[in-house]
């Protein structure tokens, strides 16, 4: 006896609407994967500037210790009386004529004017260079107690409450401000600026 069995037939003809559909998938996962890429690869610059940045600030004190040792040597002298090119110096610093215009930034204004007096050290081993001044807040040069305007600490007048119970009492005195304005120039162009003020 003979079996028969049903002939296949021919498949239905496919009209390619998976290719497509697979073909935009894979554009859109291509698409997904360049814009991550692109996206690592602007953290990590990001990164990597804000370190050599840190970096620069960091740098920075190297400045204004450098600075600071050099009015502590030079205190109670009449040195910080008149100005000092030579140590990056101003007896007048705070005149107007020796600070930023109303809308100058702080780097035009060095270039175009603290720059001649700076003093520079030697660059450092993560490729800073540091370049300092230093600055009186005084209008005028010469002796703080003699009409130069500085701009100094309150002092203990004798009208003032002390307390007299304390064995040490601390009775403050009169004190000169200076600024020191450090500027860093690093690696990828960066740019820092640091600022202290100290008393003397």
Not at 31 to 40: H, K, N, Q, T
Not at 126 to 139: E, F, H, K, M, Q
Request: proline share 6%; net charge positive.
């Amino acid at each position: 006896m003979l079996t028969r069995y049903p002939r296949a037939g021919f498949p239905a003809r496919q009209n390619g609407v998976v290719l497509l559909i697979a073909l935009i998938v894979l554009v859109a996962m291509t698409l997904a994967g360049i814009a991550l890429v692109r996206s690592v690869n602007t953290t990590n610059i990001i990164a990597g500037n804000m370190a050599f940045q840190q970096s620069a600030t960091q740098s920075g004190d190297a400045g204004v210790e450098t600075a600071a040792t050099w009015l502590n040597a030079s205190n109670n002298n009449i040195t910080l009386n008149s100005d000092n090119i030579g140590n990056a110096y101003a007896a007048n610093g705070n005149n107007p004529a020796n600070n930023p215009a109303a809308n100058q930034s702080w780097d035009a204004y060095w270039t175009q004017t603290l720059a001649a007096r700076a003093r520079t050290l030697p660059t450092d081993a993560a490729g800073n260079t540091v370049s300092y001044v230093i600055d009186r807040l005084c209008a005028l040069a010469g002796s703080p107690s003699v009409g130069a305007n500085c701009t100094t600490s309150p002092v203990v007048n004798p009208g003032d409450v002390v307390d007299l119970t304390n064995p040490n009492p601390l009775l403050p005195t009169s004190s000169v401000y200076y600024r020191i304005t450090s500027r860093i120039a690093g690696p990828r162009n960066t740019i820092s600026y640091v600022q202290t003020i100290i008393s003397m």
